[in-house]
């Protein structure tokens, strides 16, 4: 269940080990790392004029910032099971293949929720405009997706579990 007021956040069982071992890593080994630069900038003296400790004090801040944003995610999510990916219908958790019928391009596309979207490695967000123009879609099916660009046109070839 997701904290009143806050989005769920829907994770591969990949991208939630991803946010944990983030997690684990700002918590236990960068959290030490920034205070140590924090007590050895201290240890220069005048701190009104210390660029070091400026420094170490806002990436402490931006860390803590990122461990609570972490938690909150973590608290919020829902990870998709793979045995429950259908494979007769776009859905998130699965890999759609797509003939671009503009230029006859084929490409492979895996729904993932936002937390995961990265296009360069062909994952796009369920809440994107493409992702959003293929959720419920069946193998066969035409698509159109406006986009700033314009429309794009795709015939879902596969959909992959």
Do not use: H, W
Request: aromatic share 4%.
């Amino acid at each position: 269940m997701t904290e009143k007021g806050e989005k769920e956040i829907i994770l591969t069982a990949e991208g939630l080990r991803k946010l944990e071992e983030e997690l684990e890593y700002l918590k236990v080994t960068k959290r030490k790392e920034v205070a140590g630069r924090i007590k050895e900038a201290k240890d220069f003296g005048d701190l009104t004029e210390n660029s070091e400790y400026e420094d170490a004090k806002n990436e402490q801040a931006f860390v803590e910032g990122r461990i609570l944003q972490l938690e909150a995610m973590l608290r919020n999510a829902k990870v998709i099971d793979n045995n429950e990916v259908r494979r007769d219908r776009v859905t998130v958790g699965c890999t759609v293949v797509l003939q671009d019928l503009s230029n006859g391009e084929k490409l492979s596309y895996m729904i993932v929720g936002s937390a995961e979207a990265d296009p360069d490695r062909d994952r796009i967000s369920n809440e994107s405009p493409v992702g959003k123009a293929l959720l419920g879609r069946k193998k066969g099916e035409m698509v159109e997706v406006r986009v700033p660009a314009g429309t794009i046109r795709y015939s879902v070839l596969d959909i992959q579990g």
